[in-house]
DNA sequence: CCTACCGATCGGTAGG
DNA sequence: CCTACCGATCGGTAGG
């Protein structure tokens, strides 16, 4: 009389993560009510309370989901045995396949962060400064190695991170060119220009 | 007995408008309430209907006001007699000092349109699609010429107006280096490349 | 410009 | 998982 329950890798509550994080994206955190999420699935709002604490709950479970893979990502990255411009052209692909296999999640991260509640809020905020730093770190060391040009690491890294974030966009262009031609061109551009 | 009232360029509705968009950046469009709006102002909220119709109005006031000052820049970079990379490197510079001349009008227009009302989201959606397609002509052109190496133009732009708008996380690294140094790292990095 | 107030909607709980 | 409901807060209006 075993519960088959949690036996398959998805419970209740991944189901209302997920599902709130398309309507997050589509309407923004404080707009999405718990009604309309609970119609989305199928029951009344107060049926969405035994499967989770809070609305705030929700959209922490969704910002620390996303800040963990990619902490786990750049792991990886800095223990490889390459050149700086090898790690950064690494990362910059990454970004490309987050933004388009976990688009809702990565949106509302990048979007709806400030409607964390405290000390959420400063812990994800400190997670991101963290992970910039690492990615600086890199930039400096291709700068030091002479592999990249004297560009201020921070403003380099800004701007990576930055034009990946806009892939959000792209979804209007989806028909007219395909993901890996997103992800060559853009890396191709953030790193080696648009001049011949 | 004239009136003063509005013989400054600073109607109250400008200052209401100006302090909605420094309240709307920092808690979003929804998350901010007439009521504490009101109180930055030193009102009481009822007051605030004498000045504006509702809520969603100061909103459209602001993102149509973006909007309007990128169209009146792309009006004048498309009549230079320059080439296509000239052109392009005008509109980075231009997109860099509105994200720090209106900071808060920016990013409220980039991040809160979602919660524009029909027909207005409607009209600010179309404004920035011709707009993009004006500047993806420009890339086109420089690709034709021969200036631009064969990337997808949409890509291009993509990449180009997400690295700017990125510039909101700038704020954080203003002591280590001025916008004279963003704004040349950035274009250098975006037309040119990181690698040497 | 303020006081007073309205209907709507919100996140969340009690109790079964 | 649902019905029923609560207190809080919202945008906005009436009337002066």
Redesign the pocket.
């Known amino acids: 009389m075993a519960k088959i329950k949690a036996s398959r890798n998805g419970t209740?509550k991944d189901a209302i993560t997920k599902k709130a994080a398309a309507l997050f994206r589509k309407k923004g955190f404080?707009?999405?009510?718990?009604?309309?999420?609970?119609e989305n699935?199928?029951?009344?709002?107060?049926?969405?309370?035994?499967?989770?604490?809070?609305?705030?709950?929700i959209l922490q479970t969704i910002c620390f989901k996303v800040a963990n893979d990619f902490n786990l990502h750049i792991d990886e990255v800095e223990k490889l045995q390459e050149d700086s411009l090898a790690k950064l052209e690494n990362l910059v692909r990454f970004h490309v396949h987050m933004m388009v296999d976990l688009f809702d999640e990565v949106y509302v991260a990048n979007h709806e962060w400030k409607q964390l509640k405290e000390p959420y809020l400063s812990n994800f905020l400190n997670q991101r400064k963290i992970y910039e730093a690492r990615m600086i770190q890199i930039v400096k060391d291709g700068v030091d190695e002479g592999t990249l040009k004297p560009i201020q690491p921070h403003i380099a890294v800004l701007t990576i991170l930055s034009a990946v974030r806009g892939i959000e966009y792209w979804q209007r262009h989806k028909k007219e060119y395909g993901i890996s031609e997103l992800e060559n061109d853009m890396t191709e551009q953030l790193l080696h220009g648009l001049t011949k």
Chains 1, 2 share one sequence.
């Not at 404080?30 to 609970?38: D, I, K, Q, T, Y």
């Not at 699935?41 to 709950?57: C, D, F, P, T």
Request: cysteine-free; hydrophobic content about 35%; proline content about 0%.
């Open positions: 209740k404080v707009a999405s009510s718990m009604r309309e999420l609970a699935i199928g029951v009344e709002a107060s049926s969405l309370y035994n499967h989770i604490g809070s609305k705030s709950e």
